[in-house]
């Protein structure tokens, strides 16, 4: 299996790539990135560790190391500054984001896509209508940190593990992303019943997850801990057809109502990539807010023209 992550001299890409080299899966990983140096600074301090974990062939840092991957895993871009939402960077890196995907497919055919630069939703959009790649293979890794940030919050602001919280953000990776909750649950147990529940503590865990990237950024000037993880964990359930249901990044066909945009909604991802896209039962509230994350990415996506 070999992975490219291009960015890979990034704080996502690096940490990304520490995160895959731990994994038993994965052959060879290409590190590409404009800061050649560090790139190559980057292989050198992973191939140190490698008698630790196990045998990876590593290259980089120019795009023909992608050559034949399997997946590719893009997390490079202009960086979102302090007050700077991911909508202000659209422009820069939807320019840079055609550079990119001319490159990748210079050297490879038929692979994986995973969209993990920001605007990831406008950016997974672009790449669906100019990679030549099937629908199914570009995904946008989308609200699925913000939902692994929000079952984090809520698990402890109830005092319980955060993997039995089931709740979701869906639609835009930013501002306007769209809390699903009226079929939340803990480890089965609704969500509106779970000792300790009250609108306000939902609404006060959905606004600590709308702004829990600015406020990383603001402390620390970026997000990764929780970002690479989240990666590798899209990443196996497309390598072991695990056929996982993520709230992703994917171009909308009518689902909802919704058409020509890509925002995460529920996805089936196996072997196939996205294999299937849910339409979640909402509430009128619920689907009013979804509606609102729809046209503020249409509307980012025809002021670039795409």
């Known amino acids: 299996m070999k992975i490219s992550v291009v960015g890979g001299a990034g704080r996502v890409g690096s940490t990304t790539l520490f995160q895959l080299v731990r994994e038993s899966w994965v052959d060879e990983l290409a590190v590409v990135d404009v800061m050649g140096e560090r790139a190559e600074g980057e292989i050198l301090d992973l191939l140190h560790g490698t008698s630790l974990a196990r045998r990876v062939v590593f290259s980089g840092p120019n795009y023909d190391a992608t050559e034949g991957s399997d997946i590719v895993v893009v997390t490079a871009g202009i960086p979102r500054k302090p007050g700077e939402t991911r909508l202000d960077l659209l422009r820069k890196n939807v320019d840079l984001m055609k550079d990119v995907l001319e490159e990748l497919n210079k050297h490879s055919r038929d692979y994986f896509l995973v969209m993990v630069a920001n605007p990831v939703d406008v950016l997974t959009y672009q790449a669906v209508r100019s990679s030549g790649l099937a629908t199914s293979k570009v995904i946008g890794t989308g609200t699925l940190l913000d939902s692994v940030r929000f079952r984090s919050l809520l698990g402890q602001r109830l005092n319980v593990s955060p993997d039995q919280v089931y709740v979701y ?120 807010a979804l509606r609102s994350s729809y046209r503020v990415l249409r509307e980012a996506i025809e002021s670039v023209g795409l």
């Open 169 to 288: 953000m869906l639609g835009e990776h930013g501002d306007s992303m769209a809390a699903w909750t009226s079929s939340g649950s803990v480890a089965g147990i609704p969500l509106a019943r779970f000792p300790g529940v009250t609108e306000q503590l939902i609404d006060e865990v959905v606004q600590a997850t709308r702004f829990a990237g600015a406020e990383v950024i603001k402390r620390k000037g970026g997000t990764f801990y929780a970002v690479a993880p989240m990666i590798v964990e899209l990443l196996r359930a497309i390598v072991f057809d695990q056929k996982r249901i993520l709230p992703v990044s994917t171009l909308l066909e009518g689902q909802l109502g919704m058409s020509n945009v890509a925002l995460s909604l529920p996805c089936v991802i196996g072997r196939g990539g996205r294999e299937q896209v849910l339409e979640p039962p909402l509430t009128d509230a619920e689907l009013e």
